[in-house]
Antibody, heavy 121, light 109 residues
Framework: QVTLRESGPALVKPTQTLTLTCTFS??????????VSWIRQPPGKALEWLAL???????YYSTSLKTRLTISKDTSKNQVVLTMTNMDPVDTATYYC?????????????WGQGTLVTVSS | DIQMTQSPSSVSASVGDRVTITCRAS??????LAWYQQKPGKAPKLLIY???SLQSGVPSRFSGSGSGTDFTLTISSLQPEDFATYYC???????????FGGGTKVEIK
């Protein structure tokens, strides 16, 4: 069974750096075709893709947020870490991690439960 | 980046109704499209991948169709547990810019 779980601070101050960890089980990110992505959702709004890291340690970022994001993995710990710099109240959102398994489709499945991050002074 | 436009943004329907949601891509994406269902306070759940393939465990009343720029999610007979928000997502740009539609909320009439 594949599961993912996000962890990190619930509250950050403006200008601070956010660090989120996705801890997963049921697959290895060193296996060919495996990827983990971060997606966020501001309250009452749509989903927004943020970043992806693949089995080969290649990294991809949202065009609009590229300068603020860093994604990394620790294969031995089954973790993927996302950092976002210079946080602003508009970054208040639920942050999800999800797996992509390259195959017939390229869909996010499954997803973690999400973690709500509020940006406020 | 490829833009995904869903319509309608919301729909009111009754149990047993047939509901159709449309997703249009700003450029051709072949069949690289997925549909998700999201209930309040929960993570999205995959329903359809590769435009028309039903995810394991998803009821057969859900179906997807389309290719290129125009796609449809159909719920053949709406059930009480289907009231939720639905999102499309394109993966033609994989592994970059995996964009979502704006969502369609299915509400009780």
């Amino acid at each position: 069974q594949v599961t993912l779980r996000e962890s990190g601070p619930a509250l950050v101050k403006p200008t601070q750096t956010l660090t989120l960890t996705c801890t997963f089980s049921g697959f290895s990110l060193s296996t060919s075709g495996m990827c983990v992505s971060w997606i966020r959702q501001p309250p009452g709004k749509a989903l927004e893709w943020l970043a992806l890291i693949d089995w080969d340690d290649d990294k991809y970022y949202s065009t609009s947020l590229k300068t603020r994001l860093t994604i990394s993995k620790d294969t031995s710990k089954n973790q993927v870490v996302l950092t976002m710099t210079n946080m602003d109240p508009v970054d208040t959102a639920t942050y999800y991690c999800a797996r992509i398994k390259v195959g017939a489709g390229l869909e996010f499945d499954p997803w973690g439960q999400g973690t709500l991050v509020t940006v406020s002074s | 980046d490829i833009q995904m436009t869903q319509s309608p943004s919301s729909v009111s329907a009754s149990v047993g109704d047939r509901v159709t949601i449309t997703c249009r891509a700003s450029q051709g994406i072949s069949s690289w499209l997925a549909w998700y269902q999201q209930k309040p306070g929960k993570a999205p759940k995959l329903l359809i991948y590769a435009a028309s393939s039903l995810q394991s465990g998803v009821p057969s009343r859900f179906s997807g169709s389309g290719s290129g720029t125009d796609f449809t999610l159909t719920i053949s007979s709406l059930q009480p547990e289907d009231f939720a928000t639905y999102y499309c997502q394109q993966a033609n740009s994989f592994p970059r810019a995996l964009t979502f539609g704006g969502g369609t909320k299915v509400e009780i009439k």
